[in-house]
């Protein structure tokens, strides 16, 4: 495995990890996709009536199936970093950082108040990084 190849590629600035993500492995989407087909199959529609409009509820389910599959942060900063969605990614691409941890005001409050980075755990992350190495921490 090139350790740095999956750095610049599916390690996020954040210190998310690609090959673990429920979008980026299309979990997410199979979940769904299930999902929707067990509430077509079973009629588990009559479960919502009265408590959930249910075509919005099959609507809703079948766009998440219908979802794409997450290419990855550093494949989409590509895209157009004009429009990026995520201000961690603007932050770091605009400084030319590969991670956050690279940063002089790491953990910064936008890190440290994201709802994703406190979710996964992506500041601990990054320390391992920086504490025991890129090799451990994705070997591990």
Not at 39 to 50: C, H, I, K, S, V
Not at 55 to 70: E, N, V
Not at 105 to 112: G, Q, S, T, V, Y
Request: proline fraction near 1%; glycine fraction near 10%; charged fraction near 25%.
């Amino acid at each position: 495995m090139n350790y740095e190849e999956e750095k610049k590629r599916y390690i996020s600035f954040c210190g998310s990890y690609c090959h673990t993500c429920d979008w980026f492995t299309g979990k997410i989407r199979r979940t769904f996709s299930s999902s929707s087909a067990m509430l077509e199959q079973y009629g588990l529609n009559r479960f919502l009536a009265g408590k959930v409009h249910e075509g919005d509820f099959g609507t809703g389910l079948q766009m998440l199936a219908k979802s794409a599959i997450c290419s990855g942060c550093k494949a989409e900063v590509a895209k157009d970093p004009q429009e990026d969605r995520c201000g961690i990614r603007q932050c770091c691409y605009g400084q030319g950082l590969d991670l956050c941890v690279e940063c002089a005001e790491f953990p910064c409050e936008l890190l440290k108040t994201n709802t994703g980075v406190i979710r996964f755990h992506c500041i601990d992350n990054l320390m391992e990084i920086e504490e025991k190495g890129l090799q451990h921490w994705i070997d591990k």
